[in-house]
């Protein structure tokens, strides 16, 4: 289990619940390494101001990460984490590697309509 | 957005030494906002494990940022996240007038500035199409996806002797390819000391590189399929050199940020020359109580 404040999914049946019966969710995959914990970082700041999302991690290791390593969008990704935004249940977009907070709350005003403060 | 803030300090960075600087300023009993164009921590968000912080056994730099975070935060600074600073500049009324991305400004009897370091870049073009397509800035994340594939560890700064270990036992062969010399002297690895990468080629993916050496003389094309980049740490300077440019047309030159702090700007942190990150929160700490005397004495000038 990632070491976070966020959200951790842990099973595959809990991701594929959460995606499927959610509207707007945003999964990190990664590990505990600098490239990764500023995308958590990142995201966990921007919690408050996304409440229509579900901003969550998953251990890249784990056997439900298949969810999102095996994602036909993320087969060229060399970079960790994996970040993937699914909007009901169809992915949305996907990044790989680094992400200032910018970067993610524009692919979140994109994808889920704009911030609520 | 087009709103503005006033604050008696401003702190730009919130990097270990802007968030301690912040904090302790509000606890002086100064209103204070601190702002940062990323998130909060900084480069101490990367670092995994910290082992020689006072009083703390180990931490992780994620851990830490989150804790500096909410000490500033408990303190009642205000905090603003994602916003970069476009424009700073003081006013004929010595007032501090800062200009945010999203069209906020923010006005301050004073500034402390604590934007830190950023990683250089390899100054290539092709660099942002390759990322995440075989250049990486850290071994340790990425190294797995290139096993017993051929890559190049380019530069000599920060974590270099590190990544080289790493990747020695994971990819084949391994380059390190270093413009400013300093090369690994491990026998497995293949170096170009004094050498520059000058373009990077691939069909969507990271193939093959082009170097050639310091005296442009000797060219080279080896095949990659991975590039990490560790070129080191710069300042990030772009809002004080104005104000250095200014100091040195006229009386501060012996101690440029001595007298910059008379004029209400501080320099903290990283870009002030520190090191180690005790030592970098020691000194927005040490900045905190400067800024303090510097408003109290602007109170006292008024009240005179």
């Not at chain 2, 030494?17 to 480069?43: D, K, P, T, Y």
């Not at chain 2, 090191?275 to 005397?293: D, F, H, I, K, P």
Request: charge should be negative.
């Amino acid at each position: 289990m990632l070491d976070t404040n966020l959200k951790h999914l842990e099973t595959k049946e809990e991701a594929d619940a959460l995606v499927s019966e959610t509207e707007n969710v945003m999964i990190c995959c990664g590990r505990m390494g600098p490239m990764c914990l500023p995308v958590y970082a990142a995201m966990e700041e921007l919690e408050k101001e996304y409440p229509h999302v579900e901003l969550t991690d998953m251990d890249f290791d784990i056997p439900a990460a298949s969810l999102i390593r095996n994602l036909p969008e993320c087969a060229s990704f060399m970079n960790l984490p994996f970040t993937v935004y699914f909007k009901n249940g169809i992915v949305a977009d996907v990044t790989s590697g680094i992400q200032s907070k910018g970067q993610v709350s524009k692919i979140l005003d994109n994808e889920f309509s704009v911030r609520t403060y | 957005m087009d709103t503005s803030l006033t604050a008696e300090c401003i702190v730009i960075g919130a990097g270990p030494a802007g968030l301690n600087a912040a904090a302790q300023i509000a606890a002086r009993g100064h209103s204070c906002i601190i702002v940062e164009a990323n998130m909060s921590g900084g480069h101490l968000v990367m670092t995994t494990a910290i082992t020689d912080y006072p009083g703390i056994e180990a931490v992780s730099g994620y851990k830490l940022s989150s804790i500096l975070l909410k000490q500033a935060q408990s303190k009642n600074v205000t905090v603003m996240t994602g916003d970069k600073v476009v424009t700073l500049v003081q006013d004929h009324q010595s007032r501090y007038i800062i200009t945010l991305e999203s069209g906020t400004d923010l006005y301050a009897q004073c500034v402390v500035l604590a934007t830190g370091l950023r990683s250089v870049k390899t100054g290539l073009t092709e660099e942002s199409n390759f990322s995440g397509k075989g250049v990486s800035y850290c071994a340790e994340c990425d190294g797995f996806f290139f096993k017993d594939k051929p890559v190049v560890v380019y530069g000599s700064g920060d974590g270099f002797a590190e990544a080289v270990d790493l990747l020695v036992s994971t990819c084949k062969p391994v380059y390190h390819i270093s413009p400013s010399g300093g090369c690994s002297t491990k026998d497995s690895v293949s170096t170009f000391e004094g050498w520059r990468i000058t373009a990077l080629e691939g069909d969507g993916k990271l193939s093959a590189l082009r170097l050639e050496s310091q005296d442009r003389k000797q060219k080279r094309k080896i095949e990659a399929e991975g590039l990490f980049v560790y070129m080191g740490k710069e300042p990030t300077d772009e809002l004080l050199k104005p104000f250095l440019e200014e100091a040195s047309d006229t009386r501060m030159s012996s101690q440029p940020y001595s007298d910059l702090a008379r004029t209400g700007l501080f320099i903290t942190g990283h870009l002030a020359g520190t090191e180690t990150l005790v030592e970098t929160c020691a000194n927005g700490v040490s900045t905190a109580r400067q800024v303090s005397e510097y408003l109290n004495r602007k109170v006292k000038v008024s009240l005179e």
